[in-house]
């Protein structure tokens, strides 16, 4: 009787700690997997900033192939799965916004009108500097300051 219990109480230890580690191992691979995850996000983001300064570069120096190359990398860009990061209402729209500034930046281009190129280019970077203040103030779990 008593090797029968001890047995069940081995088993109940044994069971519970297998749990507190398979607990630990989907943790870390979680977090493992989030940093995997940021780190795509940075890599990406990086790539989009990349762009831009090739559309400001292009603005400078009129290099048309410059910024509707950058616009139109930009607009596939906002089609990927890294560009995700948020969801809701505002974030649908503030990608809305960056696709057609996007559109805008490349139409503009293409009729060399660096005016309305330029218009177009700082209304992208409006876009993202307000995108991004929401990612940010969601990340915190705050409202983001206008």
């Known amino acids: 009787m008593k ?4 047995r069940i109480v081995v088993a109940i230890v044994g069971s519970t700690l297998l749990a507190f ?11 493992q997997k989030d940093q995997s995850t940021r780190d795509k996000v940075r890599v990406f983001m990086r790539a989009k900033l990349t762009n831009s300064q090739n559309v400001i570069e ?5 290099n048309w192939d410059l910024i509707e190359g950058g616009a139109a ?6 089609k990927a799965t890294e560009w995700t990061v948020g969801d809701g209402p505002q974030y649908k729209q503030d ?3 960056f696709v057609n500034a996007c559109k805008q ?6 009729a060399k009108n660096i005016e309305g190129a330029t218009l177009a280019y700082l209304q992208l970077t409006m876009n993202c500097v307000e ?12 409202a983001p300051a206008r």
């Not at 090797?3 to 001890?6: G, H, L, P, Q």
């Not at 580690?21 to 977090?31: E, P």
């Open 73 to 78: 990398r930009m607009l596939v860009m906002s």
């Open 3 to 6: 090797t029968a219990k001890s």
């Open 131 to 142: 995108c991004h203040k929401h990612v940010r103030a969601n990340q915190k779990g705050a």
């Open 58 to 62: 292009g603005l400078a120096t009129e």
């Open 105 to 110: 930046l490349i139409t503009q281009s293409k």
């Open 21 to 31: 580690a398979g607990a630990h191992l989907l943790t870390a691979n979680a977090a």
């Open 95 to 97: 990608t809305h916004d």
